[in-house]
């Protein structure tokens, strides 16, 4: 993929390098950096990552994921020592473009036991580091995303929604621990979905569909998560696949671990449809 750069002129010394995926949470985390004095230089994964981060990056390259050898090329030669990686990079999108790795990415993805989500992560963190580069936490830049416990907003969950909840961060711990996903579905204490692959938001839609109404869904962070990487977040995306035949349902989500983007929006709509947030 040939590299597309925007630039913009700054007088910001301090460098960050942000190795951007899909998702808001990129472009919150550039403009956050900003304000504390870095220049932001942006490696966007997709044309719609760099379209939502270019508005915060002084410098923008336009790059494919598995061409790890020419994106640590282009941030030594952009002076990053300290980057993020933060958005969704879909798994299976490395999976259908296995041909478009370059050497390094073959080298590096080679020497890997399985191809979980933690392994290739730490893979490619490591990786950075030993080419001189600081791998910084997301939570660094975003704690202010992170929801102390308590029920977030109005409506406070039933005494049955409760029972659900409980069972649901007890089989989502297990799930996160074996590094399968980090949601489960739950309803009447019955585990109607678990995330793998498909991400959260399309296993909660094919929850809703077996239900045929309102769930309650657990979001959980994994046992010792490192933050460098793929922090559990919610957002609109997360309450839209909620949606029933008829109001009600929880997102229930694990306190201190878990991102919410759009809080006021996520509050105004879950009050709309009568969804019961609550951070545990």
Known sequence: MTSEIITKKSANQMILGIVAGE?????????????????????????????????????????????????INLAKQENVKNIVFIGKVPKVNLLTNIFKLDWVAVKELSKLSDFSDDSIQFAVGNLMETQGMNVLSQSEFLRHLFPECGVIGKRVPTAAEYIDIQYGLRIAKELARLDIGQTVVVKDQMILAIEAIEGTDESIKRAVFLAKGPVVVVKVS???????????????????????TKPGGVLA????????????????????HGIALIAV
């Open 23 to 71: 998702g808001k949470l990129p472009s919150i985390l550039a403009k956050s950096a900003r304000e504390r004095g870095y220049k932001i230089i942006a490696l966007a994964l997709s044309e719609t990552a760099r379209d939502l981060i270019s508005e915060h990056a002084d410098v923008v390259h336009l790059v494919a994921p598995g061409q790890i050898g020419r994106n």
């Open 253 to 272: 989500i694990e306190a201190k671990e878990t991102m919410v983007v759009e809080q006021e929006e996520m509050i105004a709509f879950a009050e709309k």
């Open 222 to 244: 994994k046992p010792n998560q490192d933050q460098r990487f793929d922090i559990p977040t919610v957002g609109m995306n997360t309450l839209n696949s909620m949606l029933a």
